[in-house]
């Protein structure tokens, strides 16, 4: 895992890779995979918070993004599971990837359909049915990249990724609020048909990902030893993955996954609460789209491309290092904004540096998760890795609510900045860890 002895490519070899072909797929697969998030997540904290909806409420709430932190539960099954009628035509890992963006666009369809203040509990199931389809589409696509490209171009297909991510986020959030608010037009208030206009758009928004698929290539698949009988089936589908990983790091495992455990602690705890803030602080919807959609933009492209170019030239986890630092640093951003007040050029600066410390933080950590996975295992590993990132920060954030109610927006800011704290050893600790060569 060490960084140190591998030559460096030139800038400008650096960045032609994002204009190869698997660049491009991934670039709109990533805005396929990063469309649901916010829909279920962020920007359904906005929509529940103006019908009026307590932030405790809201808080657990957010729970429903656990889903995503249990995907290795069915991974396995994503992994070797073929499916009936779409494997044969599309093969394994394109079939899983269609199934899955046509649950997320049906389950964006039933939330468009349902009104919180009538019927919160649909609106919560629906929310998990996108949740679990766009964690399975995760877990599918996951090992599509991974398979795509050798190791050494992970980074700049991480990169690409999160470039479409953070753009489908930016979409999922600025969008569906500029879209809310052109449909609800001069009427003040919650408005359940501009909210359900803009949810209907997110759901056609997913034929990007759905034509991606139909157009790209499979990856040539990894040679696996046939199972005899259903009990070595079973032993390689669900437990080799996790076995073949701790013989490769054996006691060094324990400290890469607790690296991978917290390293986004900061950014998901906070973000359950960012929303509803802007609502309490008085940002309209057009105020929040515009600063989201102009600076944020930029600055997320740009983290993202610096993210992935610095991890080819000087190591990933020297970004990683970066992108920790700058986590905590822009939480601390909002706690400021919190005592400024309403002001749109605050939101701006604050905006503008959480979004890069975010792209360069994700270009980083996917390409390192990548370079921890075994292309055999490629799908239920990453999906280990994944779901571990998210399940302690997701616990954890259900309570924000509570949180802010008893401590304020500033001290609820401040926090999440402390939490990242411990991720710094983390990374320094993890930068020495080495696989054992000979572990297959």
Known sequence: MSDAAVPRPSWRASLRVYLAPASLRMLTLGFSAGLPLLLVL?????????????????GYLSWVGLAYGFKWVWAPLVDRLPLPGLTGWLGRRRSWLLMAQLGVAAGLIGMALADPRVSLTAVVW????????????????????????????????????????????????????WLAARAQGAQAGYDDHAWRTAYL???????????????????????LPPARGAREWLRGALVEPFAEFFRRYR??????????AVYRISDVVMGIMANPFYVDMGY??????????????????????????????????????????????????????????????????????????????SAAFVGYLSSLTNVSYSATQYALF???????????????????NAFGYAGFFTATALLGLPVLLLVALAARARPVRDAG
Not at 45 to 57: K, N, V
Not at 132 to 152: G, K
Not at 201 to 223: F, Q
């Open 42 to 58: 962020g920007t359904l904290s906005f929509r529940l918070r103006e019908a009026g909806i307590d932030r405790s409420t809201i």
């Open 251 to 260: 006691w060094q495992a324990a400290l890469v996954l607790a690296l991978i």
């Open 284 to 361: 309209t919807k057009d105020e929040v789209a515009a600063v989201t959609k102009v600076y944020g933009v930029a600055m997320t492209l740009a983290g993202a491309f610096i993210g992935g170019a610095l991890a080819l030239r000087v190591g990933v986890m020297r970004v990683l290092m970066l992108g920790a630092l700058l986590s905590a640093a822009t939480n601390l951003a909002f706690a400021w904004l919190a005592g400024v007040g309403h002001s749109v050029p605050a939101l701006i600066v604050v905006v503008s540096a959480d979004n890069l410390a975010s792209g360069i933080a």
């Open 386 to 404: 994944s779901s571990l990132m998210l399940l302690l920060p997701k616990f954890i954030a259900g309570f924000s609510g509570d949180y802010v």
């Open 201 to 223: 758009a997110m759901a056609a928004s997913m034929v990007v990902g759905v034509v991606t698929v139909l157009l790209a290539r499979e990856p040539a698949r990894a040679p």
């Open 126 to 177: 629906c929310a998990l049915a996108v949740a679990f389809a766009s964690a399975t589409q995760d877990i599918a696509l996951d090992a599509y990249r991974i398979e795509s490209a050798p190791t050494e171009q992970q980074p700049a297909l991480a990169a690409s990724y999160q470039t479409g991510y953070r753009l489908a986020m930016i979409w999922a959030g600025a969008g569906v609020l």
